[in-house]
């Protein structure tokens, strides 16, 4: 642009003769595809645990677990989609059901997530955001549901972000506790990378939810070729990209750890590349600009998803390699893992435990390992992206504040 003084939008905005995006909203997070690919088993286990409905039984909380990527909340929108479609079809409810995604990573506590329900199951509604007890907002609850006379699926996602699990059992213990109309339930959909989430609740939670587990494999090179394969024909324009520059997408993002959302990432940035050079085609050699550019952005995000226990691992190599300036090893990350741990009160995870997740980490790309001279034992621990940068992103979980300031000393 040059240094003219600007008065008009067709100066700042000026036209392009886009060649290959068409709608970029097929590459969304926000989009739901008109078919699953590759998730006919997990969908079977839930349409079993939602099976009692169809004789007017009260379906199971759900526990869905998975890496990240792996299509946890694309196929729970799917499924709950065509739920309700079918229910209207079968008039198998004498009343609505209604179901509501909550976001715990940006509601973790109790009235926040009651708060997000009772907004979205009335988007008018005059009950404050904050400001009253939680015994408020339970209450202002139950009078929605029988008001509207509604049954109600909630779906945590990242339920492991949740920093009191209280309306887990709350919830749980709604029609039992008689605060809903008669024949009427809430459902309770958990998501979450944690695997071991579950484990972590209280007796009397994990009793009252009786959380019944479906699990996410990462997809196959397969899989991920025909999830793109099948954006690209609503994304592109006919003949916008390569073939083998889609099956080269899928390859990196299965060689990886199987995300799918990745793979979408890196098809969307490598087109954005395109377009931005004036080129009309994607070819093999833009999924490897757009990779190198994308590949530490990447990793970062991953970060944020992993499981408490992966993030203090990580935590611990970013505080060493960022006062060392340099590599560390094994023995030092899992002995300032340890402490960290304890300076949070989380019980420390065992050493083969930690050396199974640096094999794991090294594998994602998120470090580099090899094995330390003979004689000392461990291997050599290199980050592969920017330990200040690591650090910040680990240092955003609410569990991790305080470690943020923490300088190591004595593991040099």
């Not at 954005?272 to 009309?280: I, Q, R």
């Not at 930690?354 to 290199?382: C, H, W, Y």
Request: aromatic share 8%.
């Amino acid at each position: 642009m040059s240094d003219e003084p600007l008065s008009s939008f067709e100066q700042m905005f000026k036209k392009k003769n886009h060649k290959i995006i068409k709608d970029a909203y097929v590459l969304s997070l926000d989009y739901l595809p008109k078919a699953l690919i590759g998730r006919n088993d997990e969908v079977d286990k839930l349409v079993e645990m939602f099976s009692p409905l169809e004789f007017r039984g009260y379906p199971a909380n759900c526990f869905i677990y998975g890496k990240s990527g792996s299509g946890k909340t694309v196929t729970i929108r799917f499924f709950m989609t065509k739920l309700l479609e079918m229910l209207e079809a079968r008039k198998l409810l004498d009343h609505p059901l209604r179901c509501v995604y909550v976001s715990c990573k940006a509601h973790r506590n109790s009235n926040a997530v009651l708060y997000e329900i009772i907004s979205q199951i009335d988007p008018l509604t005059t009950i404050p955001r904050k400001g009253y007890s939680l015994d408020y907002y339970y209450a202002a609850l139950w009078e929605m549901i029988k008001e509207k006379n509604i049954s109600l699926v909630v779906v945590l996602d990242e339920i492991d972000q949740l920093k009191q699990n209280d309306v887990l059992y709350m919830l749980s213990r709604a029609g039992e506790s008689k605060l809903l109309p008669t024949r009427h339930f809430i459902t309770t959909v958990g998501v979450s990378n944690d695997l071991l989430f579950r484990e972590q609740l209280d007796s009397r939670t994990k009793s009252s939810m009786e959380f019944k587990d479906v699990k996410f494999d990462p997809y196959g090179v397969e899989q991920i070729k025909q999830i793109l394969c099948d954006r690209v024909k609503s994304a592109f324009y006919d003949g916008a990209i390569d073939d083998d520059a889609v099956s080269l997408c899928a390859a990196i993002s299965a060689r990886v750890h199987g995300d799918a959302r990745q793979a979408i990432d890196l098809l969307k940035s490598a087109a954005t590349y395109a377009e931005k050079n004036g080129l009309s085609r994607i070819l093999p050699e833009h999924i490897d600009k757009a990779f190198e550019i994308l590949e530490e952005d990447t990793v970062l995000s991953f970060v944020d998803t992993l499981p408490l226990h992966d993030k203090i691992v990580l935590l611990a190599a970013a505080k060493l390699s960022d006062t060392t300036k340099g590599a560390t090893d094994s023995v030092k990350v899992t002995s300032l893992y340890n402490k960290l741990c304890v300076m949070i009160s989380e019980r420390p995870q065992a050493r083969s435990t930690i050396s199974n997740k640096l094999r794991e980490f090294a594998t994602m790309n998120i470090i580099k390992d090899t094995p330390v001279k003979r004689g000392k034992g461990g291997r050599t621990v290199q980050l592969n992206v920017s330990p200040s940068a690591l650090e910040a992103i680990l240092c955003k979980d609410f569990s991790l504040e305080d470690l943020c300031e923490y300088k190591p000393i004595g593991y040099y």
